[in-house]
């Protein structure tokens, strides 16, 4: 009595192993402070367990900014990982690979996996990552839409679009409007011959008719394309004539520059029929600026009329 009772030996049957798979994984994916290797994450994309490489996926997506040297030796992997049908993380490979790539500064094979990576691929991230990507998937863009241009006047059969590269010019014209970058995606439609898109920027805006004036501006100065620049002024008349205050002079610079002096005889006739004197007074203008630009047939035209 009164002596310390001897420790407790564990029983017969216990033993101590080798840590579970599952705590090896819980330690590879921890979050430590001061990192400064992502080898035991990378290790588990050799894992037969899809969840397990998921996991690590976002991990490395997380840290690949920071590693993507390590990640790249891994490159096979993961894109086997996308190519992998059944894999439900497919999506999140192709997006660690592209930012890979894109630290490589293999940008045609960034790009080519954030396509795959579908709306993984954020474009309300402002990373230098989104910005290059995006900006490499435009010019890409503007390369086909341009040579099918050129192929429809030859009547030649287009190249086709790829899908998923068009979704991210989509995304991005959607952004431009939900920025209220009217003015940059407007640029960016008449790059990418995309007129619809043209309409809606000019109509979206707070103030159409600065944008009207910025579009056919940009058209006269930045447009190479002749049969182009006569589809985008085309396409400004449709959206002069369907405002409520419509600028008469540009409209007739629009008919002026695709040589339609007829266009113009009836703006000229609307405006002096009118009762008000400014409607004289912008025809005396019009008139004045058509003269202006030196065309003797068109002039003609206009004094036949």
Known sequence: KGRADPPRQPPASSSVGAPSLEMASAVAL???????????????????????????????????????????????????????????????AALVASKVYYHLEEYAEALRFALGAGELFDLSDRSEYVEKIVAVAIDEFIKVRTS???????GQAPEPMDDKLENVVNRMFKRCVEDKAFKQGLGMAVETRRLDMIKEFIMASDDPSGMLEYAQSTAMTLVTSKAFRERVLRTLIEVYTSTKDINYSALSQCYYILNEPKEVVKILQDLIGR???????????????????ENQHFCNVLLSA
């Open 30 to 92: 921890a979050r430590p402070a001061g990192v400064t290797s992502a080898a035991g994450v990378l290790s588990l994309l050799e894992e037969q367990e899809s969840q397990l490489r998921v996991a690590a996926l976002e991990r490395l997506n997380e840290v690949v900014d920071q590693f993507w040297h390590e990640i790249a030796d891994y490159l096979t992997d993961i894109e086997s990982l996308y190519e992998e049908a059944a894999f439900p993380g497919a999506q999140l």
């Open 275 to 293: 009762p008000e004197k400014e409607g004289r007074l912008l025809a005396y203008q019009i008139a004045f600026d058509v003269v202006d630009n």
């Open 148 to 154: 099918n241009f050129e192929s429809e006047l030859k």
